[in-house]
């Protein structure tokens, strides 16, 4: 019964220490390494065959800081992190642009690593430009005089290596997109005799540097015509960014790829294409056949997620120059296509006289913003911070606009991934307009020490009946214990304890030896033969409120503080530095002892005050003494009551009847009852002070005192009756007056008293017949 009780306090009291509430993760559930450190990133393993601390065998997956504090010598506790393998810097305008260009990053759950990609804008950057056009409506000849040198001058600030190319789109040549009537399909434009039937998309002219190709080939452009408004430009659009070889296009990163596609009409998208029996979705794959689109009653119209992934995937940017009253759609256009595929929107005049403004303008945009996109990074978590031009630093961001030619912007990008699972990406790449980052990627999924060939099978520390892993024996069927050294039948035996209980109710026993149970705060320990001792029982600091007066005065071990240098008693509250104590080198004025870092003052000495220098009761000081004179003698005065006790029993109080000059000093003092008392001090040869006090105080005599008092008294009253006899006389002198005026005024009112007429009473009386009448 006692024990039990003894039991349930101990606990009690231990969890009013120990079980307080803490925020860090549950590491001690992992029992294995790999679990360990993919159960929490700030979960680690210790790998040390013997990891005791206090005798005490200590949890393996713990926190980094307890694995120090328990002396763990190897710890498993593997970062994120990344290895730069290229990283050639940007080398002006020539080849390098971005830095570095391949990566490996290692990543563990839950902890990110950071990269940072530089990338350089290079000045006179390649452009490849090629000009789609729509030419279901003729073609306003003064509008295309002359556009291929005008297009090269417009954009030379920025470039002077430029191609150009040309293509011309009109929509699907099939009903009900264009008229099937044979004259009509001959020539669909009844206003143009000459037009050209209708076609999906012509790659009329590959990019090539020779602009006078192109102006011939633009001028030689002849219209053709369709029946409905929305055109077939974004299939068009698909081929130009699909054909690659076709088109001419240089490779990605040696130059800018650009398609301006000019219109006045709106477009047609994925699902159109079932109005004319095309049904087959769009593969966004290219399908020229030599420059005739050969699939465009084959497939579908694109839908413009397709365009999107098309467009990224062959880094082309589109520019739509399109009619005022189209703009709205191809603005929301580019705006879903969004700023990696760089999408800009211009318009174009009636007369498209402004084509080549359009144009330059969209592009300097484009040359001017640095967009990067990853690929492939499903699953992993990626956040971009982009650094640009002058220092500005957006979060979340992977765009700079407004960058000079010339200027090096950079990107930081965070990567994590949150679990392991199998379909994590094994590289993945960044793309710039001007090179990509190629990334390796690795991942801690598990333990190093787990590997096959560091097992060590039948080990010798796990009794030859087991595999040591990780520093921990895994012991083989039927046997158990830390080191196999029991049978499991053994091991669920309960191990005698000293005084009876199992481990002090306070662990598990395994093959006769305690594992004491963890405690909820990181910082605690129990431990002990039987887990009988604790690390936080100890006493508390009363000033700081720390266990031992906290880690650096002194540590608890088993409810008593072991305390550090400088530091001593129960709970290493009192400080052995003498610092306190000394003033101008004299430890305590010579006239005490230091103890915890303060003067204890000789009590048998008048020297008092943190460095016991200060004598109020030294000769001279008649104040100092008054008192404990007052209080010892006559029971008056500040100190009475235990005040006195305490700091007037060093006082040697001799009471006479008459003070002489031999006896010291002779001070006089009036006391609270008017009366005057005396008394002389004087300090003996061993410092020690004497005083004499007269035994009765001087008071002034009786009669004198009450002839003063009455004196006073009357003196008082006769003030008192004059003054109210004055103010008498000067209030009847008033009221007369004021009575004669009143009569004055009497006489002149002359008041006559009349009813109103048209007053009634508002009162009504009525009789009551039966009223005094005898039944
Ligand atoms: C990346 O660098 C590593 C080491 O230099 C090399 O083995 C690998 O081929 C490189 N990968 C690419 C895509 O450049
Ligand atoms: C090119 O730049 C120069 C000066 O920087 C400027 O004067 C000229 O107008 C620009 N030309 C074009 C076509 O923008
Ligand atoms: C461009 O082509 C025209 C005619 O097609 C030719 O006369 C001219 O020499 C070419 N220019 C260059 C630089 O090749
Ligand atoms: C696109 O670019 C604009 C600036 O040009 C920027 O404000 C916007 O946040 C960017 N959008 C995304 C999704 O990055
Ligand atoms: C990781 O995966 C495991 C099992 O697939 C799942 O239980 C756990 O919740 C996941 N953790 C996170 C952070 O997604
Ligand atoms: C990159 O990953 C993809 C699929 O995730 C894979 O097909 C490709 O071979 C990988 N490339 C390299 C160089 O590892
Ligand atoms: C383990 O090693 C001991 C001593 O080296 C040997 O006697 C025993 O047969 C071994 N057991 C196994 C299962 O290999
Ligand atoms: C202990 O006190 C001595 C003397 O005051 C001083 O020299 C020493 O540095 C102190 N030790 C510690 C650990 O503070
Ligand atoms: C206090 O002072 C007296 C007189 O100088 C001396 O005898 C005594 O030992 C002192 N006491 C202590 C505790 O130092």
Redesign the pocket.
């Known amino acids: 019964m006692l024990k039990g009780a003894r039991v349930v306090f101990s606990q009690l009291l231990l969890c009013g220490f120990l079980c307080e509430g803490s925020k860090d993760p549950d590491c001690r559930q992992y029992k294995t390494c790999t679990e360990c450190i993919l159960g929490s990133p700030e979960c680690s393993w210790c790998e040390d065959r013997d990891y005791h601390y206090l005798d005490q065998p200590r949890r393996r997956c713990d926190l980094h800081s307890n694995h120090q504090q328990n002396k763990c010598r190897k710890i498993s506790n593997p970062g994120s992190g990344s290895t730069v393998h290229s990283n050639n810097e940007p080398d002006g305008d020539r080849d390098v642009k971005v830095s570095p260009q391949n990566v490996t990053l290692r990543l563990r759950p839950g902890i990110s690593t950071a990269i940072t990609i530089n990338v350089h804008t290079p000045r006179n950057f390649p452009v490849d430009l090629y000009y789609l056009t729509d030419v279901s409506r003729s073609i306003k000849k003064e509008s295309i005089k002359s556009l291929g040198h005008l297009l090269a001058d417009e954009i030379s600030n920025l470039t002077s290596r430029f191609r150009l190319g040309l293509g011309a789109f009109v929509d699907k040549p099939t009903a009900p997109y264009m008229d099937t009537d044979p004259v009509m399909v001959a020539a669909p434009d009844p206003n143009n005799g000459n037009s050209t039937p209708t076609f999906g998309y012509h790659n009329v002219l590959p990019l090539n540097k020779n602009t006078s190709y192109f102006q011939d080939a633009i001028e030689k452009l002849m219209a053709s015509g369709n029946v409905d408004n929305p055109e077939g430009g974004l299939e068009a659009l698909v081929q130009v960014a699909a054909c690659e070889k076709e088109i001419g296009w240089q490779s990605k990163e040696d130059a800018r790829r650009v398609v301006v596609l000019t219109t006045d009409a709106a477009y047609h998208s994925a699902g159109d294409g079932l109005l004319g029996g095309v049904v087959i979705p769009n593969d966004g794959l290219c399908h020229l056949d030599g420059e005739e689109y050969s699939a465009s009653l084959l497939m579908d119209y694109p839908s413009p997620g397709l365009v999107r992934d098309v467009l990224l995937e062959s880094q082309v940017v589109p520019i739509f120059a399109v009619a005022s009253k189209e703009k709205q759609v191809y603005e929301q256009l580019a705006n879903f296509l969004?700023?990696e595929t760089y999408a800009e929107t211009g318009e174009l005049l009636e007369d498209s006289s402004n084509i080549v403004r359009v144009i330059g303008e969209a592009y300097k945009k484009i040359a001017r913003?640095v967009t990067i996109r990853d690929t492939n990074s499903a699953r992993l978590t990626l956040r971009y911070t982009a650094v640009c031009p002058k220092g500005e630093i957006y979060e979340d961001?992977?765009?700079c606009?407004g960058v000079e030619l010339g200027d090096t912007v950079s990107f930081k990008i965070s990567v994590s991934m949150a679990n392991c699972t199998d379909d994590l990406p094994s590289n993945f790449s960044i793309k710039t307009p001007y090179g990509q980052v190629f990334l390796k990627l690795s991942y801690v999924c598990s333990c190093d020490c787990e590997a096959e060939e560091i097992l060590e099978p039948n080990s010798t520390i796990c009794s030859h009946r087991g595999s040591l892993k990780c520093g921990m024996c895994s012991c083989e069927d039927g046997w158990a214990g830390e080191y196999c050294s029991c049978t499991e039948e053994e091991e669920r035996k309960n191990c005698q304890s000293n005084n009876g209980d199992v481990c002090s109710g306070q662990g598990s026993c395994s093959c006769g030896k305690c594992y004491c149970e963890d405690t909820k705060d990181p910082k605690g320990l129990i431990y002990g033969e039987t887990c009988e001792c604790n690390n936080l029982n100890c006493p508390k600091d009363p000033e700081n409120e720390e266990i031992c007066g906290g880690s650096e005065r002194g540590d608890c071990d088993c409810g008593q503080c072991k305390c550090k240098e400088n530091w001593s008693g129960p709970s290493c509250s009192c400080s052995k530095d003498l610092d306190g104590c000394t003033k101008n080198g004299v430890l305590c004025g010579g006239r005490g002892t230091c103890k915890c870092g303060t003067c204890v003052c000789n009590a048998s000495l008048p020297y008092r005050g943190p460095f016991c220098d200060e004598c109020l009761s030294c000769i001279g000081n008649c104040e100092a003494n008054r008192p404990c004179v007052q209080c010892r003698m006559f029971g008056t005065g500040e100190l009475v009551g235990e005040d006195c006790k305490t700091k007037c029993k060093d006082f040697r109080i001799t009471a006479v009847d008459e003070l002489t000059s031999d006896m010291g000093k002779k001070c006089r003092f009036r006391d609270e009852d008017d009366c005057y008392f005396g008394f002389a001090y004087t300090v003996r040869a061993d410092g020690q002070l004497e005083i004499y006090t007269q035994r009765n105080k001087d008071c002034p005599s009786e009669m004198k005192a009450l002839l003063v008092i009455l004196g006073v008294i009357g003196a008082v009253l006769a003030v008192a009756l004059a003054l109210l006899l004055i103010w008498r006389v000067l209030a009847t002198v008033q009221d007369r007056r004021a009575f004669a005026k009143f009569e004055k005024e009497q006489q002149k009112a002359k008041c006559v008293m009349a009813e109103n007429p048209i007053f009634k009473p508002t009162t009504t009386t009525f009789m009551n017949p039966m009223y005094g009448v005898k039944t």
């Open positions: 969004g700023n913003t961001t992977r765009t606009t």
